[in-house]
């Protein structure tokens, strides 16, 4: 794609997201990943993940009025999941403008689910550093809009990492930190070596997976074994 084509297809985005950006190479970062150079879009995910968890439990806390704190967590968690993002992001037309490394393009990276989430979740960072929270918390609410929300998706199975938030918080413990430890193989076969962390309890546990959220939920699952063994 020539550079004249390229600005066409972000101008585009903006429309879509309907936020025109002040610092524009935001967005270029955003879709840029770890295995195109070294200005990836890690650290804005990193950022929009934590203004997406935000910004749908303020939905969730207004539109499920009667629900219970755990009920919502798992709602929320159904909400944020990699398929409902990745579902998102394809909505978005975010698989062709994503810069990939040689090899990550050749093997279908455009499409891969987890990279796709990953970019959502770091334009709606993007969005936050270029404009603050209002505009990015907006974004998210659109992006949201026609998503189903029920109080039914509570009952859905629990994935480890709100398995072990509800098995904290029940106990009055805080919640557990998570590092990513390591990672191996090429940039587009990578896989991550994520820890666990409960502080007050000084225990660690490690998880491996082909993404950061698959090694989060491989890390809380084995937290959660060690903690049903040993408290």
Same mark, same amino acid.
């Given at each position: 794609?020539?550079? #004249?084509s390229?600005?066409?297809?972000?101008? &585009? =985005? %903006?429309?879509?997201?309907?936020?025109? *950006?002040?610092?524009?190479?935001l967005?270029?970062?955003?879709?840029?990943?770890?295995?195109?150079?070294?200005?990836?879009?890690?650290?804005?995910?990193?950022?929009g993940?934590?203004?997406?968890?935000?910004?749908?439990?303020q939905m969730?806390?207004?539109?499920?009025?009667?629900?219970p704190?755990?009920?919502l967590?798992r709602?929320?968690a159904?909400?944020v999941?990699q398929?409902?993002?990745h579902?998102?992001a394809?909505?978005?037309?975010?698989?062709?403008?994503i810069?990939?490394?040689?090899?990550?393009?050749?093997?279908?990276?455009q #499409?891969?689910?987890?990279i796709?989430?990953? &970019? =959502? %979740?770091?334009?709606?960072?993007?969005? *936050?550093?270029?404009?603050?929270?209002?505009?990015?918390?907006?974004?998210v609410?659109?992006?949201?809009?026609?998503?189903?929300i029920n109080?039914?998706m509570?009952?859905?199975?629990?994935?480890?990492?709100t398995?072990l938030?509800?098995w904290?918080?029940?106990r009055?413990?805080?919640?557990?930190?998570?590092?990513?430890?390591?990672?191996?193989?090429?940039a587009?076969?990578?896989t991550f070596?994520?820890?666990?962390?409960?502080?007050?309890l000084?225990?660690s546990?490690r998880?491996?997976?082909?993404?950061?959220?698959a090694?989060?939920?491989?890390a809380?699952?084995a937290m959660?074994?060690? =903690?049903?063994?040993?408290?």
């Amino acid at each position: 794609m020539d550079v #004249k084509s390229q600005a066409l297809f972000y101008e &585009a =985005l %903006e429309r879509r997201l309907e936020h025109s *950006f002040t610092h524009p190479e935001l967005i270029v970062q955003a879709l840029t990943h770890r295995s195109h150079g070294a200005n990836h879009n890690e650290r804005l995910e990193f950022l929009g993940d934590s203004v997406l968890n935000l910004a749908v439990s303020q939905m969730l806390f207004k539109a499920l009025a009667n629900l219970p704190e755990g009920d919502l967590s798992r709602v929320r968690a159904n909400l944020v999941k990699q398929d409902t993002l990745h579902k998102l992001a394809l909505d978005l037309g975010l698989s062709g403008l994503i810069k990939l490394g040689e090899g990550e393009l050749k093997s279908g990276g455009q #499409k891969r689910p987890s990279i796709l989430a990953d &970019a =959502l %979740e770091a334009v709606i960072g993007a969005v *936050f550093v270029d404009a603050g929270y209002a505009p990015a918390e907006a974004l998210v609410f659109r992006l949201f809009d026609q998503v189903s929300i029920n109080p039914a998706m509570s009952a859905a199975a629990k994935d480890p990492k709100t398995e072990l938030q509800e098995w904290l918080q029940a106990r009055r413990l805080k919640l557990p930190i998570y590092r990513v430890a390591g990672t191996t193989g090429a940039a587009h076969q990578q896989t991550f070596d994520v820890e666990c962390e409960v502080v007050e309890l000084n225990v660690s546990q490690r998880g491996i997976g082909e993404s950061k959220r698959a090694g989060e939920q491989a890390a809380a699952k084995a937290m959660l074994d060690w =903690l049903r063994e040993n408290k």
